[in-house]
């Protein structure tokens, strides 16, 4: 059909954004219309995410958007980061501000949970990484607070933000397999795990899907932000990830896809789950993606490292510029050191380059003697955790690639695109980086019937119009192998 404006809510764990874009006709263009950092909070000892301030940023976004739109909006769509939520009483208010993933509330919760639940049981039901933060275990941990006691509702953070909008509650699909309580293969929840650990799924409002209507924008939202009604809000593939792989420019199915931005989420697209006792050990993850995809991946830390590196040279009197200091990183010397980019004591928030230095130490190589070293550390140790995991990802689930896409913030940075090609030994595409808000846009514009197709149609139409960067490999794939089996002592890296 003919060009209509959308509106993309993209909120990552380092800024939100919201997004004005043009689709149909054969177009498909996208600028931004508002960005606002988005900072956790730590209070009484617990991290929070400010999500008052991020709803103001998405406010102020819409509004931007409306006033930039040559039209009324033809919809609005949100994804966030996964695995979090907001509670709510009977009454629909907030109770409390939602944690954040990176708080110590989960500490050892994992291990508690697995006297209980076997880990091949929980892998058997659900198909999902272990990662310390996954909703369970937050809501294990939660347990018998007065909060979960008061709690009619839980709502994914887009889910929450859709609420705002609509006054409708949901749970969307691609966001809710990161819960821990949704089964890979009939895409609904599973019983399982809820029945094991006493979780009440009835906390969940019903599922929906990627492309269903999630209600109007209330009255009260349009004149908040001065747009014209009716603007529909659709429930697109809300965990930024799904919504990044949707804006993946490949043809045909031989690729791997690496979305970094806080994360690096490196991984395959499949039809269907790989719930084998050798991936659990690996701890791939089966996420679901749109049109009856999986996302096959692991997490690794991503430019996380390099965020809080930056932040403590900050706090510390010694703030660095990101584009001189990647500048230095790439004339330092390559591979002097690496760490275990998927190693979860990165985790948690607090002086990175001391901890990066201690885990070079610990792995007897030398610790980085500067800050363009510490980064070099970590963009070779990322583009390492790349290979391994791109290379386990194709042997676990016996499909093999020939490229390697890289989309998300991450794709900006030409150091570590070229580092992943030569570490993969495989051509990278790199960008779009807004890649999340690409897929959340293609999945509206489906929706209101601006655009046909499945994903194949969708990527085609994004090959024609993102601006895109290729990196052929070069240098001795020896190197990387030699550099991994320096700090795998036995054990697989990127785990
Ligand atoms: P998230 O969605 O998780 O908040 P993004 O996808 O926005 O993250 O990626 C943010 C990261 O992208 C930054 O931490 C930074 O490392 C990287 N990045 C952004 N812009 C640039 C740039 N111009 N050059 C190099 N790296 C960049
Ligand atoms: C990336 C992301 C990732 C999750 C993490 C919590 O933003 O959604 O896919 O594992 O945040």
Not at 7 to 32: N, T
Not at 249 to 260: E, L, N, V
Request: glycine residues 12%; hydrophobic residues 45%; aromatic residues 6%.
């Amino acid at each position: 059909g003919a060009a209509r404006d959308f509106a993309a809510v993209d909120l990552g764990a380092s800024s939100g954004r919201v997004m004005l874009a043009r689709a149909g006709g054969g177009e498909l263009s996208l600028r931004e219309a508002h960005r606002f950092a988005n900072r956790p909070v730590r209070v009484l000892g617990t991290l929070h995410w400010d999500v008052l301030a991020l709803w103001d940023g998405l406010l102020t976004g819409l509004r931007a958007a409306g006033r930039e739109a040559g039209g009324p909006l033809a919809g609005v769509g949100i994804d966030s980061w996964a695995v979090d939520y907001g509670l709510l009483d009977a009454s629909g208010a907030l109770l409390g501000n939602p944690v954040h993933y990176r708080d110590g509330r989960t500490d050892g919760v994992a291990a508690q949970v697995a006297g209980v639940l076997p880990p091949r049981e929980l892998y058997a039901a659900t198909g999902l990484q272990e990662l310390p933060f996954n909703t369970v275990y937050q809501l294990v941990a939660a347990r018998g607070s007065a909060q979960l006691a008061a709690a009619h509702r839980l709502l994914l953070i887009p889910d929450l933000m859709a609420y705002w909008l609509t006054g409708r509650a949901g749970t969307e699909l691609t966001n809710a397999s990161t819960t821990q309580l949704i089964d890979p293969r009939t895409r609904s929840w599973s019983p399982v795990v809820a029945e094991a650990l006493d979780i009440d799924q009835g906390l969940f409002p019903p599922l929906r899907l990627p492309g269903d209507p999630a209600g109007e924008l209330t009255p009260e939202v349009l004149a908040e932000t001065g747009l014209a009604g009716p603007v529909p809000v659709w429930a697109v593939a809300s965990h930024d990830t799904a919504s990044a792989v949707v804006g993946v420019p490949a043809s045909g199915k031989r690729f791997a896809y690496i979305a970094t931005g806080t994360w690096s989420l490196a991984g395959l697209e499949l039809d269907a789950p790989v719930l084998s006792q050798e991936s659990r050990r690996a701890n791939f993850t089966n996420e679901l993606g749109v049109d009856g995809t999986v996302r096959y991946l692991r997490n690794i830390m991503g430019l996380w490292l390099l965020q809080e590196c930056l932040r403590e040279w900050e706090r510390s009197g010694t703030p660095y510029e990101l584009e001189p200091l990647l500048r230095d990183a790439a004339r330092a010397e390559p591979l002097r050191s690496v760490v275990d980019a998927g190693d979860p004591e990165f985790i948690a928030p607090g002086d990175m380059p001391g901890r990066i230095a201690r885990a070079c130490a610990r792995t007897g190589q030398p610790e980085p003697r500067d800050a363009a070293e510490t980064v070099r550390c970590v963009l070779d140790s990322l583009a390492l955790a790349h290979r391994v995991t791109v290379r386990e990802a194709q042997r676990l689930s016996g499909r093999s690639v020939e490229t390697v896409h890289v989309v998300g913030g991450g794709a900006r940075n030409e150091l570590l695109c070229q580092l992943t090609a030569d570490a993969c030994g495989l051509p990278v595409v790199a960008g779009p980086a807004e890649a999340a808000a690409l897929g959340n846009v293609l999945v509206q514009a489906r929706a209101a019937g601006v655009l046909g197709g499945g994903l194949a149609e969708l990527r085609g139409l994004l090959r024609a119009t993102a601006p895109l960067r290729h990196h052929e490999p070069m240098g001795d794939a020896g190197a990387w192998d030699r550099a991994a089996a320096r700090i795998s002592g036995g054990r697989e890296v990127g785990r």
